[in-house]
């Protein structure tokens, strides 16, 4: 059957096929299936021309995974389909970039952290980072939230038993910035400027405190504020 080949599969080396079973069976036609593993050694380049779509397929009903290695460093990229995720990976001990045009865009070290621009830096190891650099001439950065005009964007400060106990958090329809802590707005930065302090009513409360040493210096106390 020259449409397939399978079971122990013939290796690659250079322009020579190694392993080859005595009826020397002959690589899939067009249309033709392959099954079993297929392994490329070699210094060259391994390359092939195709107008199709989807030209490669690595199909299976458990974990298929494409997988390429450099041996010398022992280093391994894979990419897998489980039956729930599309997956990128390094399976060794190594960082995971992301490139343009050739140059490192973005590199995910082997702790999980994120550094776009460059490689990031975590203060500790108890620390998981995202970090933004652009440090060459004129460089900036910039960490952009856009939402619709009529909603809100939010930082979330969270934490095991709540994941936004606090928040900064900017209203679109009025322009208004807030901050809560503990679930609740005590400040409010207004449109034009005007900065709120926002606590129950009730007995007298104090909305601005000014301390030195943790010592109570001066302060700005209102009484019945709704």
């Known amino acids: 059957d020259a449409t397939k080949l399978t079971g122990a599969l013939p290796a690659i080396s250079g322009a020579s ?6 009826d020397a069976t002959k690589l899939p036609l067009a249309g033709g299936t392959m099954t079993g593993n297929i392994q490329v050694n070699g210094n ?20 298929p995974t494409l997988t390429v290695r450099n041996t010398a460093q022992a280093v391994e990229l894979q990419m897998r389909a489980t039956t729930t995720t599309g997956l990128v990976r390094t ?9 343009v045009n050739a140059a490192e865009a973005m590199r995910i070290d082997s702790s999980g952290n994120v550094g776009i621009g460059a490689s990031p830096t975590a203060p500790g190891s108890d620390f ?7 440090t060459g001439s004129g ?19 969270g934490d095991a038993d709540d994941q ?26 207004r449109n034009d400027g005007n900065l709120v302090s926002q606590v129950g009513g009730g ?11 943790g010592v109570t210096k001066g302060s700005i106390v209102t009484s019945d504020y709704t």
């Open 139 to 157: 460089g900036r950065a910039l960490l952009a939230l856009t939402a619709n005009s009529s909603e809100y964007s939010q930082i979330f400060f």
């Open 91 to 99: 399976a060794t001990n190594h960082p995971l970039v992301f490139a």
């Open 203 to 213: 007995a007298s409360k104090t909305n601005i405190a000014f301390k030195n040493g």
């Open 17 to 22: 096929l190694t392993g080859l079973p005595a």
């Open 44 to 63: 060259g380049t391994s390359y092939f021309t195709s107008t199709a779509t989807s030209p490669v397929q690595v199909n299976g009903a458990s974990i």
């Open 164 to 189: 936004d106990i606090g928040q900064i958090f900017y209203y679109h329809p009025d322009n208004s910035m807030q901050f809560r802590t503990n679930n609740t707005t005590f400040l409010n930065l």
């Open 128 to 134: 998981k980072t995202l970090e933004i650099k652009n």
